[in-house]
DNA sequence: CTGCTATGTTAGCGCTCCTTACATGATCGG
DNA sequence: CCGATCATGTAAGGAGCGCTAACATAGCAG
């Protein structure tokens, strides 16, 4: 990290860069079949490369796994900052942004959700993986201390409990019906709107309410 | 149900009942090793029959995934009707039990519970499934009106869309922090203290109240 | 007893993950 | 410019798995 080569990309060697391809291989498979229907063998057939190449990149499958969610979290968490963009034009409205930015994420990009939470990855499966998604985090539990700093003293709850729900709330409508999948029992509104309507009641519960309204 | 057979428990043929012992053992290497660590051959070997024989009784690894899933709906279901004990002595108290039976199962029985929500069954993937998954559901589903007959008539949201909103935040801090796996971040509270203050903001959200408190 | 069906075993194909040994392209010291 | 070196690729193969096909046997019906 001495800053990059001014007169090249570096892009040398055989391939090229067989770590970006395999990556991208891997979700383009994930999207199609799956968390599981992924395999090292089929994502190394469509970088173009032997079956054993991706081990010059990753130790094992979980590795290469560990890597799709690192970079789902990071792509995750620069969404969730451009959705909250400091908290304007005020903390109500972008905290709604939140939201949705989650459920957005959960449905446009499904390969690097399921990377991140349906393939089994423990977070501390590498220090950059615990880095992204503690940033995800740290970045919910701020906007939740803006939303909180708008009530009175009295009632403010923890914001660290509140960041739990709202992320609990977001992940529990994501997983259960943010998904195309099969075997969706029929809805009468999109999770998008499900998920408005939740976050609305339990801020409600907390005493927020819209400003301006 | 018709009654066990009074003379014997019929395990007749060569294993006795291979079946339900292959339940069994999936129950224990899901719970061992996750829901994708588990694989018929070494169930097969767990039951101690040869790495085929279970293909007499399961058309394939997804359909034995499914019995399993099925039977843990079944059991889960049965843990909500008792909870839920028609509503006794009143339709809070009995919800409030609901919430905490949700945890605890996720807690107890982590395999089942991955079989259901995480191994990726889809719920159509035999009727019998579909029913115990629907039932569960509804059961959920009649406790959530069961509340809201307590509203005044004005303020009462749709049943359906609380029942979904409660399976989401149940599902989201079972998922998320209702289990023992590796990577979690440590809490300043108990995954079931954590869903049953979420479940109480946002009842009040809705305008519920603990009674005679 | 004879034959049928349900349930089990053995053999084997194709696939995956991953290791080991080997080949080759890029880079660097001289 | 040349050979050494290292990074990156391939080839071969072992072990395990899902699943099928062919065969064997236990229990039951007649």
Redo the contacts between chains.
């Keep these: 990290m001495i800053g990059r080569r001014p007169d090249s990309e570096r892009r040398g060697y055989h391939h090229g860069n067989l770590k970006e391809e395999l990556v991208k291989a891997a979700l383009e498979l994930i999207a199609e079949k799956?968390?599981?229907g992924f395999t090292v063998a089929e994502a190394a057939r469509l970088a173009g490369v032997s079956p054993t190449a991706p081990y010059r990149h990753y130790r094992d499958k979980v590795e290469l796994m560990a890597d799709v969610a690192t970079r789902g979290f990071q792509a995750f968490e620069a969404a969730q900052s451009r959705a909250w963009n400091e908290g304007k034009p005020n903390a109500w409205a972008a905290f709604q942004r939140l939201g949705q930015t989650y459920i957005a994420f959960a449905h446009e990009q499904p390969a690097y959700y399921s990377a991140m939470?349906?393939a089994?990855v423990?977070?501390?499966?590498s220090p950059e993986l615990r880095l992204a998604a503690?940033r995800s985090?740290q970045m919910l539990r701020a906007a939740c201390e803006g939303l909180i700093a708008t009530l009175p003293a009295g009632r403010r709850?923890?914001a660290?409990?509140m960041a739990?729900?709202v992320?609990?709330?977001?992940?529990?409508?994501a997983?259960?019906?943010g998904r195309a999948?099969?075997?969706?029992?029929s809805?009468?509104?999109s999770a998008a709107e499900?998920?408005e309507?939740?976050m609305?009641?339990?801020?409600?519960?907390?005493g927020l309410s819209a400003p301006g309204n």
């Excluded at 423990?122 to 499966?125: G, N």
């Design positions: 799956g968390a599981n939470f349906e089994g423990p977070l501390d499966a503690d985090f709850p923890p660290l409990m739990l729900h992320w609990a709330m977001s992940h529990g409508v997983a259960l019906f999948d099969a075997g969706r029992r809805l009468p509104m499900l998920l309507a939740n609305l009641i339990y801020l409600q519960g907390l």
